[in-house]
Every structure is written in structure tokens, then in C-alpha cells.
């Protein structure tokens, strides 16, 4: 027999199905162990993760992907150490980091886990056994950390592995037995202690029995009614664990690739494949483009969601088999106006570009000032597609209406002081101003013809202005004769005061000289022609020219321009011309009586202190 390792010493061995136990005393020690490898694949039962699996033990091969942890490490898969930093990815907790592993400095507030001990920055150890409490199950005692010695009897987790009392010394006062509860069934004499009690927590003991002959016996054979089943047997795809690992199908010969179906839609994850039997959470088919979504999968239908439900790589509007019922109809705006008509529209998720709107209650896609929710205006189109235009729209804004005013005498001039109405298009009896000064009167308003009637008739605060229709000239009669003088004259239709019609007067500023007819005589010493036009009577004459006239004007006569008086004795030839002379230029009243023997200064005395 080969030398045992050290642990073995006083552990029963049982292997390849036959007993193999040792038992081993030592002066110093009574107690009795059974180490047990029941699937003889070197590893024993205790450090075995699956102690019926020969191909399962610490430090097998462990391949990755077959979902099982052949080397008893806790993965799938051997453990590797991507980042070189002496930590395996069963430990580190990021393997592609160097200088993140457990027991690295973890610099607070940088929000990273440097040390792999959950949390960031350097845990507190509080009572200084090496471990964080992170990791620590109880920091406040230094005997209990992760890997500490499991003492039995205490009910207290010693290495935190979540376990209470695993070591329990069980069984009677002669015995301590470490390995009893641990779910393996004693064979042999190691059930038997020599006490009639059995191991506390250990199950019965059963006899080397083999009933179906098939080399297990019953403690190792899971049932020893059926020689198929037995440790090591070919697992099949079925109910049955044919080679006692607790599992009905793991490693069956039989299974095939497979396809994990996390969301159970019936398909599976290409990147997921699986050597194992058929089950809810795999499936043939690996075609599903997102396993984690069971709304995608190539039987899907595409709806507009921002993915690709049915796995053809075309999403939403790209895909040709989107279905309607998940689209919108969106209708070209042609003016761009936010509003779309209802004849031309496309269905899509999204819309189709710059001109697409949601609404087709445009009732004018051509004219972007016609659209639902424009104001509506005076304008003579029906600007918010109520199918009411200006003044038969109620909602409309007024803009550009005009204030109307009542023309009760359809003379198309409204009255300033009637009611008014503002609207597009002035109502029937209503015009857009107020100029009639007269609204009773048709004949009356600003764009009348001002005629001779008394009336104001063009509503320009003036009654018959010269301009008047039907006026007549009017000449001033300054001296009041009843004649007046054509420079100065006025049109009026009726005769304004100072004016008359005739403009015959030949002096306005001269009462008594007026025309008058042919057989009237000019009676007024004046040296004018009093009736304007007929000649001057000979003693009006100023013959000589020396201002003096023969007849005496009265005091309060107007005389004609140059004549100074009357009285003149010698106005040359002619009535009063006398001696034969005709120096009637210096006869005349006040002239210088001349020593000549006439009568110079007309006094009737010749000579009289003559010069």
C-alpha cells in the first residue's frame, strides 16, 4: 500500500467501489476519521465538489461552455489570469485591470473597486484579522474571517462561508466524528462505533448490499434496483440520473448543441451555445438577435420601437415588412405650413422628411395664409378652413376691417353721428366713411356739385362760393351810385352786399358820375363827365390848361384830376376869350394881376396894383 498523505491518517479510504479503509491509532489520540473518495477520482469527498463524479474533483480539466465546474473552482471554465497581477478571474474582479485585485490599494472617491472587496476605497478591518469588512462576517472579531477554522459546537460562522457549525462534533460521548453529516451514507464498520447509537445527524448505516449486481452496493449505488443506474454509468437525455451525480442529464451522451432561450421566445442566442439535453431555457433554433428581449426574434413583427424586432437587420421604416398597424399616416404639407392634406399621405413610424405633418385638415396645402388655426382675416379667403370667409366667420380678428357709418341717404357717404359697424365689407345701408354733412339729403355730401340753392351741398362749411354752379358776376359800387367798375367783381349767386350787376361806373369813387342816358345834361360844375361818357359842357373845359374851369365847383363836389377851381375869366379861345388874346394861361383866379390892361386874376378889375 502507498504512503498515505498526512490528512488521511485515521480516515477510512473507500475507492472503486471497494472498501479500502486503514484505521490508524495513535498513542496521543482515540478519536477515529473517515476519509471517504467515493468516485475514486483521487479528490476525497470532503474536498470533492461532486463526490459521485469521477470526472468532477479540484484540479480536473475544466473546459468552458459545457455549464459545468469540473475543477470545483465555482466557474465554468479553468480560472485565468488575463492581467498578469497573481489573481485569477475567480477572485479579481476585474481581470483585465493589473491594479485591480483583492488586496490593492483603493484610493477613496476615484469610483472604482480596486481591492475587490465590494465597495470603493480601502475597507475598515476593524479588528485587524486581515480582513475587511467587506469580506469580514463579523469585523469585530479577530477568530472569525474567510478560511478561519471551522470550531465545532459554537453555532457561530467561523470562515463566513455562510455555514454554521459544519465541523459539528456529532455523535456519543466516545465518538467525535467531523465528516457524519455531510449527506454520505457510512459503510461498513465505519458506521459501527461500537455503540448502539447512531452518529447524531448521520443517516443509518446500511449493509454491503448490492441487489441489482451491478457493483455499487446500495450506500453508493442511487438505485439499486436498476443495474443501468450506478456511478460512472452513460447519462442519457432523459428523467433518470443514471450515474448518481444528482443531475438527470449533465453530461449525456446523447445531448446535442443547443442554443440558450433566455426570454423564451423559441429562439436562441447564437453566442450561447450548449452541449446539452432539451430544455425551457434552450432551444435548436439560434437565430434570435436578442435574447433578452422576447418581443425580438426573426418571427416577430417590426414595429416602430427604435429596434429590430425581427431580426432582418433593417429597423423600423428601413424594414419592407413593418407592419401598419404599429405606423402613423403622416400627409404631405406642401406649403409647409404645419397642416397636411388629406389626398396625399404616406404611413411610417417616423416622417418621411420636411413636409410631412400628422394633420390633414389643411384645406388650402398650396397657400401657406390657409390653415386650422390661423386667424381669420379680412382678406376674402377662408383663412382658418372653418369654411366661413371674413364677416361670416365669427372668430374673426378684425385685421384690416374697416369702422362703417349709416347712409340713410344712399348717397355713398355715411353720417358721423350714426352707429357704427366694423366689419370686412360695409353692411347693406353702411360705407366705410363719415364725410356727409347732410345724411337726409342725396344731393348733399363731399362729392356733390355745389350748385345755387341755399344749400351747402359739398360739405365744405361754405354755401355758394364763387365757384358755385349757376353763380353770376357782382361788380363793387364803391361810391354807392348803384354802378359799379369791372376791375373789381365776384361770382355769387345771389347779390352780395357793395356789389351790383351793372359795371358800367366810369369813376366808383364818384357818387354823381354814373352812365346815364343820352338826353340827360351834366349839371355839376366838376370838370368831369357825370354820366359817363357824354361830353363836358364848355365852362368845364380847362382850355388853357392853367387848372382853372370856367363854372365854379361847390365846395363839396369831386373835380376832375388836375382841376384846382373855378371862375377862370380867359380859358383861351372860346366863350371867354378876350381881347384877342390867347394868354388865357395866365389869366385866371389868384394869378399876378399884370400891368397889361386885363384883367389878370379874373377879379374884374383891370390893372388894379398891377406889377
Known sequence: MPLLRPEWHGRSLIGGGLLAGLMLFSSSCTVTTSVTDFDNDGSSDQDDCAPADPMIYPGAED?????????????????????DDGYSNAIDCDDRNANVHPGAEDPIGDQLDSNCDGIDGTAVDLDDDGFSSAVDCNDDDASIYPGAEELPDNNVDDNCDGQIDENNSMGDDDDTVSLCGN????????????????????????????????????????????PSIKPGAEELCDSLDRNCDGDAQQG??????RYRDGDQDGFGDPNAAVLACASSDSVLDSSDCNDSNETVHPSATEQCDGIDNDCDELIDDADPSLSTSFTVRWFVDNDLDGFGSAGNHLDACQPPGVGYQLSDTD?????????????????????????????????????????????????????????TITACTPPVGFVSNDQDCDDSNGSVNPGATEVCDGLDNNCDSVVDPETTVGAVPWYRDAD???????????LACSQPTGYVSDDSDCDDLNPVRYPRTAFQQDNICDGLSTYCGAGLTPDELDDDGDGYIGCSPLASSVVAPGIIGGGDCDDGPGANWHNGTTNGLNRHPGAPELCDYIDNDCDDVVDEGCE
Open 63 to 83: 473546459p468552458y461552455g459545457d455549464e459545468l465546474d469540473s475543477n470545483c473552482d465555482g466557474v465554468d471554465g479553468n480560472s485565468v489570469d488575463q492581467d
Open 480 to 490: 354807392g351810385d348803384g354802378y359799379g367798375k369791372a376791375d373789381v367783381s365776384l
Open 363 to 419: 384645406c388650402d396645402d398650396d397657400n401657406p395664409a390657409r390653415s386650422p388655426g390661423l386667424i381669420e382675416i379680412c382678406d376674402q379667403i377662408d383663412n382658418d378652413c372653418d369654411q366661413l370667409t371674413d364677416d361670416d366667420d365669427p372668430s374673426l380678428s378684425l385685421i384690416g376691417a374697416v369702422t362703417t357709418y349709416a347712409d340713410m341717404d344712399n348717397d355713398t357717404y355715411g353720417d358721423p353721428s350714426s352707429g
Open 183 to 226: 449527506g454520505i451514507v457510512e459503510l461498513g464498520e465505519a458506521c459501527d462505533d461500537g455503540n448502539e447509537e447512531p452518529f447524531d445527524g448521520c443517516l443509518l448505516c446500511q449493509q454491503e448490499i448490492d441487489a441489482d449486481g451491478d457493483g455499487w452496493y446500495q450506500g453508493q449505488d442511487c438505485n439499486d434496483e436498476d
Open 252 to 257: 449525456a451522451v446523447d445531448a446535442g448543441t
